[in-house]
Structures are given as C-alpha cells and as structure tokens.
C-alpha cells in the first residue's frame, strides 16, 4: 500500500481572500503544514530500531525507499530517520549537481583542484604501534609532534607529517558523508505510522474542530 507523506498530513480550513486581502467569506481545505511529522524520541535515540544504509550513486530518497522498503513512497522516512529537513544541502548531491556545486562556489579548476582548504595529520604511532595523532586530525601547515618512545626507550620526533587537502577532496568528502544514513527497520515501521496517526488526529475540546481530520483556521491576518 502506498505510503505518500502529504497523505498523512491532516487538513484544516484556511479563510480565502480577495487580491486585495479582503475575506471573502469561503474557506478552503488545505494541508496542515504547520503540524510536523517526526519519530518519537525514544525510538530516535536507539540505534537498534536502524540500519546503516550508504546512499549510492545519483540515488535520491525514493529510490531509496524502493530499496529498502519496496515502498517508494516512504522516502519521507528515511528523511526523519536522519532529521532531514533539507533535501537539498542535507541529501548527496547527485554527480551533475555536485559539479554544477563546485562550478559555482569556486572561480576556476585551479583554485579547485590545486587549492588547499586545510592539512589532515598522516597516522603517528610509536614502535609499539600505540597511536599519537591519528590520521585525519586537521593540523597546521608544517606540522611536528615530538614524544617519548617506550619501545626505542627514547625521545622521538615526527617532522612533516600535514597532509594537504584540496578543495576538491573537501567538497568530496563532505558529499561522501552525506551518504552514510540509518534506515529505521522495516519491521517497525507499523509503531511510526501509528505514531503519526495519532498526532495528525485532531482531539475534541476546540471551538476550531470539525472532525478528527479537518478543523477551521483562525481569521490570521497576514498583512497589516
């Protein structure tokens, strides 16, 4: 059964105006957007309610969801899986908008390519393999590190160990990252649906309610 995101959403009656702001009396049935669908915490914050999942290629959320759950109209649980709010800086960009991406953000291909946006540190351990810096560490330009070797029983020093990273490794790496989500399992889908019923269903006790799945907007004024 298909699962689209707007169709959870509940309704309520927005009053219409004229062009020149003006109640013309009628409303209209529109989506609640103002009611955000979210997992509840306690199943959020454990880990054994998800799978790691890495978005490949061009993927997009729906593709995912195909995957995944054979449903794609459950990519919008992929994104509250990983509280994503913005498909567009929060999902992997696609090969074609991350160059465009870096078209845009960098003047030319030398800047790019050629261009350091910081230093990483290489892996510094002693000869007993116990690891001083570990690889990765920004560091500066130029970086040294000097320690106490028990194995050589003396003291040691690492001279040049800044690795510099492109800006085009960068901007890579960050897009990379973007593709390591958690996928909340299949077999507990039912509990998050059921959740969202239960906070789309409007409660009796409002001058405002209609039903469980339509009450009438207040007169808000949207221009002084």
Do not use: C
């Not at 870096?102 to 007993?128: N, P």
């Not at 890579?172 to 996928?183: A, T």
């Amino acid at each position: 059964m298909a699962n689209p995101y707007f169709n959870k959403l509940s309704d309520f009656l927005y009053v219409n105006r004229t062009k020149d702001n003006r109640i013309d009396g009628d409303y209209s049935v529109v989506k609640n957007f103002f009611k955000r669908v979210k997992i509840r915490e306690d199943i959020f914050q454990d880990l054994t309610f998800f799978t790691k999942f890495n978005v490949k290629g061009d993927d997009r959320p729906d593709n995912v969801a195909s995957e995944f759950y054979d449903d794609p109209t459950l990519d919008w649980v992929g994104l509250l899986s990983n509280n994503i709010v913005n498909v567009q800086s929060e999902w992997p960009l696609s090969q074609a908008d991350f160059n465009g991406y870096l078209l845009e953000k960098y003047d030319d291909e030398t800047t790019l390519y050629s261009g350091i946006h910081h230093y990483e540190a290489s892996e510094v351990k002693t000869s007993t393999n116990v690891v001083i810096i570990p690889s990765g560490v920004r560091v500066g330009v130029g970086q040294s590190v000097s320690f106490y070797d028990e194995g050589l029983d003396q003291q040691v020093i690492r001279t040049n160990i800044a690795l510099p990273i492109s800006n085009y490794i960068y901007e890579e790496d960050l897009n990379n990252k973007k593709r390591e989500i958690f996928l909340l399992k299949p077999e507990y889908l039912s509990l998050v649906l059921d959740d969202i019923e239960d906070i789309m269903t409007y409660k009796k006790g409002s001058t405002q309610f209609i039903d469980r799945t339509l009450v009438q907007g207040d007169d808000i004024r949207l221009y002084s």
